[in-house]
């Protein structure tokens, strides 16, 4: 019995022990997952008219809850089915990953994809129903894509255009949990059977569409940087990166352009919302630090010594993403309790 016992403790620990070390995660990542999709969920709470940042409602806390595990659940099956569809790519440039290594059978992770991604579908309907329907689509989206749209379409860098799409869902399901789970007090409601109500405040579209741009262009950056360190890879199963279609040298100057256009829609998000100098001072740091990384990309001449810094280019491009949205969250959530705290004071009085 007590054999038995300790073979079912260790059936149990061994999937939660593949995961960590299934990809090369640092601490300070799987942290920030939490704040950045807190962050945008709180972004979103911000934004909610009438101007001013509103006061804490127990409602809030079950949305943000709901938020963090269906887009960090949705993380990692979408990681998953990734390294499941690219397994003839990552035999050729990363073939320590664990299909290609033999870590673990291409039906195993089929498995634990699926529980990852029933896992965020439970998550997303317990939101609401719109946005269950809203992580559906990116799913359909993601699978589409990388199982066949990828390596079936042959405009010039179609899959590097796209593939930040699946980001999008950040921003976007913060939003729509607020038009949703919350009471309807927007200035346009659509109530429709089943799924129930979306209820709609203009005065949020702009700083949701800021928001986006900013998520697409800064992961594209880092996309198009790992596209240059995934070049033969991806030309061998006929993927249409920046790369493989125009060439390193042109990728690498698309990716720094991306890196800027990202820092301005990142300014304009503060200048046109209520972010503070707590969120502009640091952002504007970390932008002109990842700036400057990535001019060094464009300036290198060697085809070897660029795919090596690409990686690295790649990594600072994540780092710059999620920290921004890092960033986002601490500046909403000192606001936030500044708020409530303003509130209880005046409720005492």
């Known amino acids: 019995m007590e054999q038995a016992a300790e073979k079912k403790d260790h059936l149990l620990k061994r999937p939660i022990r ?121 799913a359909l989206f993601v699978t589409f894509h990388n199982k066949y749209l990828k390596k079936k379409i042959h405009l010039p860098a179609y899959s590097e255009i796209f593939t930040p799409v699946q980001w999008l869902t950040v921003p976007l399901f913060g939003f729509f949990a607020m038009w949703t789970a919350l009471p309807a007090t927007g200035d346009s409601t659509i109530t429709v059977p089943v799924l129930g109500y979306l209820s709609l405040h203009s005065t949020q579209l702009v700083p949701l569409l800021l928001l986006v741009l900013f998520t697409y262009f800064a992961d594209d950056a880092h996309d198009l940087a790992e596209g240059i360190h995934d070049v033969e890879g991806d030309r061998l199963q006929r993927v249409n990166t920046y790369a493989t279609s125009f060439g390193t040298a042109v990728a690498a100057k698309v990716s720094c352009a991306m890196i800027i256009i990202s820092g301005i829609f990142g300014i304009l998000l503060w200048y046109t919302t209520l972010l503070s100098l707590l969120f502009l001072v640091p952002f504007l740091i970390l932008w002109v630090y990842t700036l400057r990384s990535f001019f060094k990309l464009v300036s290198v001449k060697d085809d070897l010594q660029g795919k090596q810094l690409a990686k690295l280019m790649g990594k600072k491009g994540y780092d710059y993403l999620l920290l921004s949205y890092v960033i986002l969250f601490c500046d909403v959530s000192f606001q936030l309790v500044n708020a409530y705290s303003l509130h209880w004071v005046i409720g005492l009085l």
Not at 24 to 53: H, K, Q, R, W
Not at 92 to 98: A, D, G, N, S, Y
């Open 18 to 138: 593949f995961l960590f070390k299934w990809r090369s995660f640092y601490p300070y990542e799987l942290v920030c997952y939490v704040l950045m999709y807190a962050g945008a969920t709180l972004f979103a709470y911000a934004t909610l008219p009438p101007a001013g940042i509103p006061p804490y409602t127990p409602s809030l806390l079950r949305i943000l809850l709901l938020s963090i595990l269906t887009l960090y659940s949705g993380f990692f099956a979408a990681l998953i089915w990734n390294d499941i569809t690219d397994k003839d790519i990552d035999q050729v440039v990363h073939p320590t990953r664990p299909i290609p290594d033999g870590r673990i059978s291409q039906s195993r992770f089929f498995a634990i994809a699926l529980l990852f991604s029933a896992m965020t579908f439970l998550f997303a309907v317990l939101t609401s129903p719109w946005c269950l329907i809203l992580v559906g689509m990116t």
